[in-house]
């Protein structure tokens, strides 16, 4: 018998405090309740397991699920995972289906339309119908287990679920593929960069657009697609660009609209101390991923687990370890729509027709009010975005359609892959996820890139395409086959950290937009470099070298730059020529060391912020307008104007200083940030400018506003830090605006087949989200310390592990 339906939550609050509560931002313990958290040892009867289940748990609460049969494993995983991560897992579903305005009331609605726009729901339950039957089970058996820990703690629910009255729906087994369809979305990064260019081109026009688009270094500029904008009015024509560009940076802010910020490497046996391969992958995400362990007699996997989804993502079956990162793929486009309307009816112009936009109805359920009812309409290229009501443009939103394909069994098989061979034949076929999976095994590593990728008739996808014109329409996807890949290459070993990861005029188009490269480029240093084990792969992570100080040294040293501008410099006022002179020198001898303690470092991103605002405040400002928060926001998520005009560009636009009667250039531009760093720096830092330390301006805070709760709110002092956007031990900061960092959810991995038991994991945060636990926030010490946690799949080293004390689930009536 179906179990019943939890009732509907209660209003209480306002809707600030329940989306802040909800999300885990408001990480108020709720008056001691430690009752919503689950013993650790003892015996818990569940209806629905077969036999008795062990859960072991070592000191940082990760557990060891120990079971005969596969199905009561997948059960006790479901319990586990709703017993540590609950908030999380309901919170995802409720953004995946466009819900979060039950919690924060109307001003959640943008987010929601973007979302319904995207319709993950429709996309998961495709997903659900085409996977195998054998998958149907396993997820129905984890949510059977979820609903268990779901009703037997229903009276005493973790956190904010208790205090805000909301009683979470039950889970189903379409809800992990609805978690699996929202975690695909945030892989890949055009939306929001595509809102974000149309905010640009209402500030400085389609002629100057192509300068402030996204890339790679050695790219030209794209000019031919602003020439899509030409003759468009956008600010007249297209009334709700600023509330869509405000929901998709909220989007972005939470980690779902591109996700850059992963690395994962794999080394082979001559790269390797041992002679054995090794395997790391450095994640992060708006959610927190769970270190986990399943032993059964046939099967058994340790790594990285996301609640919810019943699937190791990352990690190690005794045989083969793999993990993931962005591809950073644009197989999202935006299609500009002409509109026209006659009362309810829309109608859209396609190549040269005007057809009807099919109308479906959406309910929002908004806290506080009234149930809010509107239509939403598709189109050929898929819905529009936000109210169009009056607009004679519109914007669809086309995603790769996923009739017929199996991810989620491909995933599953993934993790039971004993060789490479079995990991292509599985990575190949998953389609709805835009990923860079690098495998190994004791000889062998390899390289698949997964997802479906538009053919483009025409344009690269950078900026929203006409509607009304055929031309710019997809033709298929690109053959899996032509997909990247690679297996024991010479050098010994693969990298990928966000770059672009095939050569320019590959017969297939993975993206335009990369992150920068200087992470990847200073991973191929490091891996390249003499021979490998554990420990060295976790000094690499923790790297803090920027390469991207060595670029810039060049470009101040380039046969047409050295000269002017020296008479740049020497053009300033006396006091100005002065400090201009000093920085110079300083950041020539800078080694790109981002220490925290580093004088020099500081200096050099001091002019990193100078030198961007001196470029580009005066045609995109002031800081609080639109055009700048997305010329900032876009920074974040790839290659960026402004690192493409620090290196080259001598002949932009934007080098001109419009607020002054003559004509800047770029030494000019240099030559005033040169001196306005040391400015900034001694208003910020003292007199003293040997004593700056970058720590002191680069710092975590606590908790992390930008993403709204879906890891953990800690409250916490600032943390001094080094590194930036562009090291291997990322701390990307606004460039533009501030220096602040935040730590969102990360989880490191290590797999060394040179060692008794090869897999190691790290997490910045807690096993548990659950405020009232004592794993809530304990890994914070040990994510700054670097050390690792080991999970051992053979038998013999659990005890020395998890300890010999356990909680058994037994089955019940």
């Not at 479906?360 to 819905?383: A, C, I, K, S, W």
């Not at 709110?713 to 943390?719: D, G, K, T």
Request: aromatic fraction near 8%; charge should be neutral.
């Amino acid at each position: 018998m179906a179990a019943p339906v939890l009732p509907p939550f209660r209003l209480r609050f306002t809707a600030a405090a329940t989306l802040l509560g909800m999300l885990g931002l408001a990480g108020c313990q709720t008056g001691g309740v430690r009752d919503s958290v689950p013993p650790t040892t003892g015996v818990q009867a569940l209806k629905g397991l077969a036999q008795n289940v062990s859960v072991r748990r070592n000191a940082l609460g990760a557990p060891l699920i120990e079971s005969s049969n596969f199905h009561d494993a997948l059960f006790s995983l479901g319990y586990v995972h709703a017993s540590d991560r609950l908030e999380q897992m309901v919170a995802m579903r409720l953004l995946a289906q466009g819900r979060l305005a039950e919690l924060a009331g109307s001003q959640a609605l943008p987010i929601d339309r973007l979302m319904r726009a995207a319709n993950l729901k429709q996309r998961a339950a495709q997903q659900y119908a085409d996977a195998s039957p054998r998958l149907k089970r396993f997820f129905e058996v984890y949510a059977r287990g979820v609903n268990a820990y779901l009703f037997r703690y229903r009276d005493r629910l973790p956190g904010e679920l208790a205090s805000s009255g909301y009683r979470p729906e039950y889970w189903k087994a379409e809800d992990s593929a609805l978690i699996f369809s929202l975690y695909a979305f945030s892989q890949s990064v055009n939306v929001h960069e595509e809102l974000s260019a149309l905010v640009l081109a209402q500030q400085v026009g389609s002629d100057k657009l192509a300068w402030l688009l996204p890339g790679a270094p050695d790219e030209p500029l794209a000019d031919a697609e602003p020439k899509k904008l030409k003759g468009l009015n956008l600010a007249r024509q297209l009334p709700g660009l600023s509330e869509l560009a405000a929901a998709s940076q909220q989007l972005a802010d939470l980690g779902l609209l591109g996700s850059p910020g992963s690395a994962n490497l794999a080394l082979g046996p001559q790269r390797s101390r041992s002679g054995k391969s090794l395997l790391a992958s450095d994640s992060r995400a708006s959610w927190a991923l769970s270190p986990v362990q399943i032993h059964t007699a046939r099967y058994q996997v340790g790594g990285l687990s996301l609640p919810g989804l019943p699937i190791v993502l990352a990690g190690y079956n005794g045989k083969l370890a793999w993990s993931s990162s962005a591809v950073m793929a644009d197989n999202q486009d935006l299609y500009l729509e002409q509109l026209r309307h006659a009362g309810n009816q829309v109608s859209y112009l396609a190549d040269g027709k005007w057809l009807a936009a099919r109308a479906r109805n959406e309910t929002f359920l908004v806290r506080g009010q009234r149930p809010q009812r509107e239509v939403m309409y598709d189109t050929r290229h898929g819905t529009l975005l936000g109210d169009t009501r009056g607009a004679s443009l519109g914007l669809a939103l086309s995603l790769p359609q996923l009739q017929g394909e199996r991810s989620l069994d491909a995933l599953f098989d993934l993790t039971r892959a004993q060789n490479l061979e079995r990991a292509f034949d599985s990575t190949r076929e998953v389609a709805s996820a835009a990923l860079n999976f690098v495998f190994a095994e004791p000889e062998h590593i390899g390289w698949q890139v997964s997802g479906r990728y538009p053919n483009r008739r025409e344009g690269q996808g950078l900026l929203p395409s006409p509607g009304w014109d055929g031309r710019y329409d997809w033709d298929g996807y690109a053959d899996p086959m032509l997909h990247p890949y690679d297996q024991d290459p010479p050098a010994g070993w693969i990298g990928h950290a966000n770059q672009r990861s095939l050569p320019r005029g590959y017969g297939m188009q993975l993206s335009s937009t990369w992150y920068y490269p200087e992470r990847a480029e200073r991973l191929g240093q490091l891996a390249g470099n003499g021979r490998h084990d554990s420990r060295s792969l976790m000094a690499l992570q923790n790297d803090q070298v920027t390469l991207l100080a060595g670029k810039l040294k060049q470009m101040f040293n380039a046969p047409g730059m050295a000269g002017p501008l020296d008479q740049a410099i020497a053009a300033l006022a006396p006091a100005q020529r002065d400090k201009a002179r000093e920085a110079l020198a300083r950041l020539q001898a800078f080694d790109g060391r981002l220490s925290p303690t580093s004088a020099d470092a500081a200096l050099y991103e001091l002019f990193l912020q100078e030198v961007t605002r001196q470029t580009f405040l005066d045609d995109l400002g002031p800081a609080s307008s639109p055009a700048w928060r997305a010329f900032v926001g876009n920074a974040r998520l790839s290659y960026s104007a402004q690192a493409d005009h620090l290196l080259g560009r001598d002949d932009s636009p934007f080098w001109d200083d419009r607020s002054t009667p003559h004509k800047e250039d770029k030494p000019t531009i240099l030559a005033r940030s040169l001196a306005g760093a040391i400015d900034t720096g001694s208003a910020l830092l003292g007199a003293d400018r040997r004593a700056w330390q970058w720590g002191t301006l680069h710092q975590y805070r606590w908790p992390a506003p930008s993403y709204h709760g879906l890891g953990d709110a800690l409250r916490r002092a600032p943390i001094a830090t080094g590194g930036d956007f562009s090291t291997l031990a990322m701390t990307p900061y606004a460039w533009g605006n501030d220096f602040d960092t935040y730590l969102p959810a990360s989880a490191r991995m290590i797999v060394d087949f040179g060692q008794a038991e090869p897999l190691q994991v790290l997490t910045s945060s807690g096993q548990s989200g659950n405020p009232d636990s004592g794993h809530y926030q304990d890994a914070l010490d040990a994510w700054f310390k670097g050390r690792f946690m080991s999970l051992p799949l053979q038998p013999q080293h659990f005890a020395k592990a998890y300890g010999n004390q356990r909680l058994t689930l037994v089955p019940g009536r």
